[in-house]
């Protein structure tokens, strides 16, 4: 039978009510024993179980239960698979009813917007659409377990320097187009149980008490219905936030904001019902998970194998020069491992994501498990970031002289990334640039396997045949990749995120990470790939990129309509054949390249990325095989946020439809023209310019038919003209400077009074808004 909430809630007293705000300790809510209220556990995720007793630390410092470590976000996301994460969910759902554990912290879908931010490794992409798709499938099969998700960080927090103090500050349309989205994607689609707010404040606003995000758009735009979490530690004002829609603090607050809200509601500073509402969430969460127990399953040696599976299925062959990889098991002899991560790998983050792992797989006891008898040289101290490391390199290097094939272990130490501080650079430490380029020079069949939760310049690019990204690949990071070095497993993740050349080029460069107090997301919408692509800029490898061992063949794209109504969805649809000798799987990309300025119609000036992801899908294909991958691009696939309207609008004109194996490797396009249906505001005033009077048509009618208007003098043609005006002022320099002309300046140029000027911008006006 389901407990009445809202009868139990009124059986409470205020005290009771206001303590059910906060933890009772660092992973617990509070229980009312009185009422039998119970109360439930929490813990961190999203890539594995983190379960601390009471005593435990949010940071890590405190050991955990053993557990199963799965891959990173930074690798998962690189699998571009909704059926994988939704898999991974349903697996970490089942560990989290075996363990008692109510509501796992996780997904993590901040938007990566510089290489530098330290907790990279656990967020998805730099991409917004690819990130809220694969966040609402990891929820959905968490929460199809019966567990809840707490979907974070809410929001903007895309550095660790002073997270918790500094102000993310943004233009509504970066907020909505880019940092928004993916929350937005996962409450539609996967109606998470809690949203955990972020530490930041957004905009001058702290998250934990910003009523704009918590309520007005998480709950009456997008129809969130669970409760919202602070981040440990993120509450600033309690009451403040208790309005804005924060409904329960963690950790345990020693009940001082618990008398704060009580004493509030006492001195009617806060609305008693505002209360209520909080508790009511919070408790609706309990029950659903007390009333809807499972049998779980935590059968850890399972598990491993399949976060093995999941790091195979996401690894990204960067380079496959001379087609060097997959390596013979029968050259097994012959092959020569090099790196200290062969040995021991890293395959986590730090922070409140590590996980206590109950056992590691390397690549070199991978080998060993699979029979291959392959040599091993440690090459440098994982420790050290020294210029050399003298021994141990001349060591490998004397070893690689000997080998057929030298594969190069390498990658970030736990020390240059992590959850509370920020990256300086993106290098990896000196002793293993060196050691890569001093084998490169006396083996030519280098393959450089890489250990990294974000990405890293590449000075020895050219020097390596072969680069496999592990990025952080969970525990059974070995397995993967002797699976994939070897070709058991054909490699069919792709990059979901741009590697620049360096770190300079990246468009956060020159605002990142701010003075510490502020910090200016200056470049707007152009994140990423976004930002890249519009410049033209060369990048080391582009987002979505990915090599197989296996070649593919895109024809027949196809959309289904090809003239539109802005709000219409459009199916766009591509043959993919396997033209290879092996099965093999790719990650088909639908970008849509949307008119500019003037080419939209009626023209619309705000800036648009070259070309931005709207759908994706993963096909297996047999060799010689063909399917067709079809998705379906709603309205809010061509929709651009404005200002002006505070809302989403679609511009019209001729939108390319794009079919791509990445954002570098566009491989068919298809045209819809699309009709806007929706007039932007427009109002005049006497320092509108002309341009935008000639681009509104009904503004237009009314300036040409008003007596003193210059568009019949600027369209005077040059014959009519002296000979000196036709040879000092063309028709273009002065259609050119009437564009930019305000309305007041006809005052001087075309010698009209105020009260004219006055008179043609109420004239403008009433036309315009003549049909509103």
């Keep these: 039978m389901k407990t009445n909430i809202k009868q139990l809630i009124s059986q409470m007293t205020l005290e009771e009510k206001a303590g059910l705000c906060s933890g009772l300790d660092f992973w617990r809510t509070k229980a009312v024993e009185r009422l039998g209220v119970p109360n439930i556990m929490v813990s961190d995720g999203p890539t594995g179980l983190r379960k601390q007793d009471q005593n435990g630390d949010h940071l890590g410092v405190n050991d955990s239960i053993k557990a199963v470590s799965f891959p990173s976000g930074c690798l998962t996301a690189c699998s571009f698979d909704r059926d994988l994460l939704r898999m991974e969910g349903e697996v970490l759902g089942d560990e989290c009813q075996a363990e008692d554990i109510a509501v796992l912290l996780g997904p993590a879908l901040n938007i990566k917007r510089s290489p530098l931010c330290g907790r990279n490794f656990e967020y998805l992409s730099e991409d917004p659409y690819l990130a809220g798709e694969l966040g609402a499938a990891y929820t959905q099969g968490v929460q199809s377990k019966n567990i809840g998700t707490s979907v974070k960080h809410f929001a903007a927090n895309s550095m660790e320097y002073r997270r918790m103090s500094s102000t993310s500050n943004m233009d509504e349309r970066t907020l909505r187009e880019i940092y928004l989205p993916a929350f937005e994607t996962t409450v539609k689609k996967a109606?998470?149980?809690?949203?955990?707010?972020?530490?930041?404040r957004v905009n001058g606003t702290f998250a934990s008490e910003n009523k704009f995000l918590l309520t007005d758009v998480l709950r009456k735009e997008w129809g969130f219905d669970g409760f919202v979490v602070s981040d440990w530690g993120a509450v600033n004002d309690r009451v403040a936030g208790i309005k804005a829609g924060l409904d329960l603090e963690m950790p345990a607050s020693g009940?001082?904001?618990?008398?704060?809200?009580a004493q509030a509601v006492r001195d009617g500073k806060l609305d008693e019902k505002v209360l209520d509402t909080a508790v009511e969430r919070i408790l609706r969460i309990v029950y659903k998970f007390m009333e809807g127990r499972q049998k779980g399953n935590f059968d850890k040696n399972a598990h491993h194998l399949v976060t093995a599976q999941i790091a195979a299925e996401s690894m990204v062959l960067l380079k496959n020069e001379k087609k060097i990889l997959p390596l013979k098991e029968k050259d097994a002899s012959q092959i020569l491992f090099v790196g200290a991560?062969?040995?021991?790998?890293?395959?986590e983050g730090g922070g409140s994501s590590h996980i206590n792992a109950f056992k590691v797989t390397g690549a070199l006891q991978a080998a060993k498990d699979a029979g291959l008898n392959i040599k091993w040289e440690q090459?440098?101290?994982?420790?050290?970031?020294?210029?050399?490391?003298?021994?141990?390199?001349?060591?490998?290097?004397?070893?690689?002289?000997?080998?057929?094939?030298v594969v190069i272990f390498a990658g970030l130490p736990d020390s240059y990334e992590s959850e509370g501080y920020d990256r300086s650079h993106m290098k990896l430490p000196a002793n293993q640039n060196i050691l890569i380029e001093e084998i490169a020079k006396v083996n030519k069949n280098v393959v450089v396997v890489l250990h990294n939760g974000s990405p890293v310049e590449m000075p020895w690019v050219n020097s390596a045949k072969a680069i496999l990204e592990s990025y952080l690949g969970g525990q059974a990071v070995g397995i993967a990749q002797i699976e994939l070095l070897f070709g058991r497993v054909n490699p069919s993740g792709k990059l979901a995120e741009s590697f620049p050349i360096k770190l300079q080029d990246n468009p956060s460069y020159l605002n990142y990470p701010g003075n510490g107090t502020v910090a200016n997301y200056a470049e707007g919408i152009f994140v990423g790939y976004r930002y890249y692509d519009k410049k033209e800029m060369d990048v080391l490898f582009p987002f979505g990129h990915g090599l197989s061992y296996t070649s593919?063949?895109?024809?027949?794209?196809?959309?289904?309509?090809?003239?539109?109504?802005?709000?219409?969805?459009?199916?766009?649809?591509?043959?993919?054949?396997?033209?290879?000798?092996?099965?093999?799987?790719?990650?088909?990309?639908?970008?849509?390249?949307?008119?500019?300025?003037?080419?939209?119609?009626?023209?619309?000036?705000?800036?648009?990325?070259?070309?931005?992801?709207?759908?994706?899908?993963?096909?297996?294909l047999k060799p010689g095989e063909t399917k067709t991958v079809a998705v379906t691009l709603d309205a809010r696939a061509f929709s651009v946020w404005d200002e002006s309207l505070h809302d989403w609008y679609i511009p019209g004109g001729t939108y390319q439809i794009l079919a791509a194996a990445s954002s570098r490797d566009v491989r068919l396009c298809a045209k819809v023209e699309l009709e806007a249906t929706q007039e932007l505001p427009f109002h005049a005033t006497p320092n509108t310019v002309f341009e935008e009077i000639m681009e509104n048509p009904k503004a237009f009618a009314a300036a040409k038919a008003f007596k003193g208007s210059p568009f019949s003098e600027s369209e005077q043609p040059q014959e009519k003209r002296g000979k000196s005006a036709r040879e000092s002022i063309s028709d273009e320099m002065q259609l050119g400077m009437l564009r930019s002309l305000p309305i007041r300046a006809m005052r001087s140029f075309n010698h009209i009074s105020q009260a004219q000027v006055d008179a043609m911008v109420e004239e403008i006006n009433r036309m315009v808004n003549s049909d509103r």
Aim: hydrophobic share 35%; proline share 6%; charged share 35%.
């Design 191 to 200: 109606k998470p149980d809690t949203i955990m707010c972020s530490y930041n």
């Design 552 to 620: 593919f063949e895109y024809s027949a794209l196809k959309v289904d309509a090809k003239k539109i109504k802005a709000g219409q969805s459009v199916v766009a649809s591509v043959k993919v054949k396997n033209t290879g000798k092996r099965a093999g799987k790719e990650i088909v990309q639908f970008y849509i390249a949307a008119p500019q300025g003037t080419e939209c119609k009626p023209p619309y000036r705000e800036p648009r990325p070259k070309m931005e992801l709207k759908g994706f899908e993963k096909v297996e």
């Design 255 to 261: 009940g001082d904001t618990d008398k704060q809200i």
């Design 379 to 405: 090459g440098f101290d994982i420790k050290e970031s020294k210029a050399k490391d003298a021994k141990l390199l001349k060591a490998a290097v004397a070893a690689a002289k000997k080998a057929k094939t």
């Design 341 to 347: 991560f062969a040995q021991k790998p890293r395959y």
